[in-house]
Structure formats: structure tokens, C-alpha cells
């Protein structure tokens, strides 16, 4: 079952933070560039919630860096916790404390902010229940050091590893088998060891499913991938964007030529990788989408599995909400859904992808304003792979 969760957080304390989307002018990036330390040596800790005077508080041992001299508690004004996973945010003094957690697949994560004035200066944590109230969420959990996104020779890069063996291309999953032919999906393959896993994934096409965040962006990919054998007709630069899309028309016929550029490569014969720049919110909508024309898999379990699991909007607990995942659920997400339901139709299936499908906003179709395609109900929580 598809959780629902409330997110609902301040746009002032996460603007600011990075996030998971290309850096178009002035957007944020699919990542966060994130260089402080653990915690000013606090690798673990465990909070206690508690209610006191009608206010929700947390008790942190040991205690976090950064409290005024007297204060034991962060205050938790901002409580929207539902019994599928839930969201805080707590302040104690200077200090900001972001809790998220996730009651289906029993994982947390946290944030902590030393000093609110200094918002990119975060650490991050994976938490852990350590005891729950009967019938209802966590009255404590224990956190443990995560490692943050990270900057790479000026890449910014997904908290997320390969789920495919020995393969070191970040975030990196299979998405189909078609006869002998795989279709792959990932983040961008930026160093030399990327275009070696290609290389022995035997990758022969391409899709980038972005627009160029520089003028060579594009020509220097197409320049890495020659060596291994990827030919320039066999690449695809897609100029997707995540948000702010002007109408339906315009996304809806660029993701149709990107579904038709991956299905006839694969059907010809061809291992494929596809990717926008670190692989979670326009991979993974493409991803879906994919699946869905390719299989009879429901809407809900795709979108958990292909897209929330790999960190899609909030399923990258790293991602700043107000900045990022909730520009992504507004943006994006009814987006994918309309292309769902023109799939569910059949007006798009392997052997008919014509663009000219998307000549007709589906938003005022009475089948379509149906509680299956109700945007409020694709709210991604905390991915499982976050653990890993």
C-alpha cells in the first residue's frame, strides 16, 4: 500500500539546503554540496520525544553542540506526524533538528543544524527505533552518523550506492529486460570509472534526460562514451526539466521521444543507460514510466519501488523539502501522472508512441480527476536504501 504522509515543513528552514534537481540558471542541483563534519565529534546519539505543557520536545543524549547554557530540550512546534511515517521540526535556541521517519519500512533519518544562520553546514544521521508507543510512532530513536552528499570534482552525487554488482556508478539500478538487452538507469557517469562500468554493463545507447547545465556538458559525454563504443546516433540529450513547466504539452512530448529512444534501443538489441544528474526525481519519473508501458505493474507499487525507493522527491531524506521534493510533488508528480494515465489508456503503449497524444491535457478527463491519480496520495517517505 502507497504510503501517504503530511510534509507539511517550513519553506524557511530548508531553503537554501541544495537538493535533487538539475542546476538550470537559477535551480538547485541533484544534490546538496555538503562539507562539515560529524556532528562536532557527536557520531550518535539517541532522542527522547515527550510532551510537556501540550508542546512535543526532544531530548537528545549526548546532548548536540550548540544549546544555550541552561536548555535541555528542542522544541518540536511544527508536529505532523500521521501513523505512516511523519516529519518534525525542532529548534533550541540556534539549533535546528529535522526528524523524518518512516513507519512501513521502520527507518529514520536526521538532520542537525548547529547554527540556523548557517544552513548548508548540516550533519546527517540514519536513526533507528529504540522504543515505540504502543499502537502509535518512536518515543525514542537512535541516530547514527550518515555520510552526506557529497561534491566530487564538482559533481554533486547521490547518497545512494549501486544495486547492481560491482558496478560503482552512484545510485545506479536495472530497470527492464527485453530478450538479451537491459535498460539501466543511474546518475551521470562523471569520472573514468563510470564510463568503465558502461563499458562492462556493455551499454551501447545513451538517453540524457536533462537539460545541459553547461555548453560542452553534452559533447563532453558524447566524447567520454566513443571509446567504448557508443556512437554518437546512439546518444539522446533529452532537455527535461524537473519544475515550473509552462504547460502539459511541452514535457509530455519530450518524455514520449525519450520512452520511444529506450524502447527501440533495447529492442534492437541494445544495453541502455539513461540519466539526468543524480539519477533520483527525472530518472526515476522516466523510470516508472517506463515500467509502466512495459509492464502490468500497479502505479502504486512503481511508484514506491522505482521511484521513492531510489530517491524520488522525499525518499532522499537529504533533500531539502521547501527547495526541492516539494517543487518536485507539485511539479513533477502531476506530470507523471498524467503520462500514467495516458498509458492506462492505451493511448501510449511499445508499438504506439506518437506525440500527438500530448495535444490534450488529460487534467479535465473525469477518469483522470479519479481518486487513483489524486497527487496528494504520491508522497514519497524515507527510501529503505537509505540504511545502506
Known amino acids: 500500500m502507497m504510503k501517504q504522509t503530511v510534509l507539511a515543513l517550513l519553506a524557511t528552514a530548508t531553503a537554501g539546503l541544495g537538493g535533487c534537481a538539475d542546476q538550470e540558471a537559477d535551480s538547485p542541483d541533484d544534490g546538496a554540496s555538503v562539507v562539515d563534519g560529524k556532528g562536532d565529534g557527536v557520531t550518535e546519539f539517541t532522542i527522547k520525544l515527550t510532551t510537556s505543557s501540550g508542546v512535543l520536545r526532544a531530548a537528545d543524549s549526548p546532548k548536540l553542540p550548540g544549546a544555550p547554557s541552561g536548555t535541555t530540550k528542542f522544541s518540536c512546534p511544527d508536529d505532523t506526524r500521521t501513523d505512516e511515517g511523519w516529519r518534525l521540526l525542532c529548534s533550541r535556541g540556534s539549533e535546528q533538528l529535522r526528524l523524518t521517519y518512516d513507519e512501513a519500512g521502520r527507518v529514520g533519518a536526521a538532520i542537525f543544524v548547529k547554527a540556523a544562520s548557517q544552513p548548508d553546514k548540516r550533519n546527517f544521521y540514519h536513526c533507528d527505533v529504540v522504543t515505540a508507543t504502543a499502537g502509535k510512532w518512536p518515543s525514542e530513536i537512535k541516530c547514527k552518523y550518515k555520510a552526506p552528499l557529497t561534491n566530487i570534482s564538482g559533481q554533486l552525487v547521490s547518497p545512494f550506492s549501486s544495486s547492481i554488482e560491482d558496478i560503482g556508478i552512484l545510485n545506479s539500478h536495472l530497470v527492464s529486460t527485453s530478450g538479451s538487452a537491459k535498460l539501466y538507469r543511474g546518475m551521470k557517469p562523471f569520472r573514468d570509472s563510470d564510463v568503465a562500468d558502461l563499458e562492462t554493463l556493455g551499454v551501447k545507447a545513451v538517453l540524457i534526460f536533462k537539460k545541459p547545465t553547461g555548453a560542452t556538458e553534452v559533447d563532453d ?135 500527438d497524444v500530448c495535444a490534450e491535457d488529460p487534467a479535465n478527463d473525469a477518469a483522470f480527476t479519479g481518486d487513483e491519480y489524486d497527487p496528494t496520495k504520491y508522497r514519497c517517505t524515507i527510501s529503505p536504501r537509505y540504511r545502506l
Open 221 to 355: 559525454e558524447t566524447d567520454a562514451l566513443a571509446p567504448i563504443g557508443v556512437t554518437a546516433t546512439n546518444i539522446l540529450n533529452e532537455e527535461f526539466l524537473w519544475k515550473d513547466f509552462a504547460d502539459f504539452e511541452t514535457p509530455c512530448r519530450q518524455t514520449v521521444r525519450s520512452l520511444e529512444f529506450l524502447h527501440e534501443k533495447v529492442s534492437a538489441g541494445k544495453n541502455t543507460f539513461f540519466h539526468c544528474t543524480v539519477g533520483e526525481d527525472r530518472t526515476g519519473y522516466l523510470a516508472g514510466l517506463y515500467r509502466l508501458l512495459t509492464e502490468t505493474t500497479p502505479i502504486t507499487d512503481v511508484f514506491e519501488t522505482e521511484m521513492c525507493a531510489r530517491g524520488y522527491s522525499s525518499g532522499n531524506p537529504q533533500k531539502p523539502y521547501g527547495a526541492v521534493a516539494r517543487e518536485v510533488d507539485s511539479d513533477l508528480t502531476p506530470i507523471f501522472l498524467k503520462m500514467a494515465f495516458k498509458i492506462s489508456q492505451g493511448e501510449l503503449s511499445p508499438t504506439s508512441l506518437d506525440e
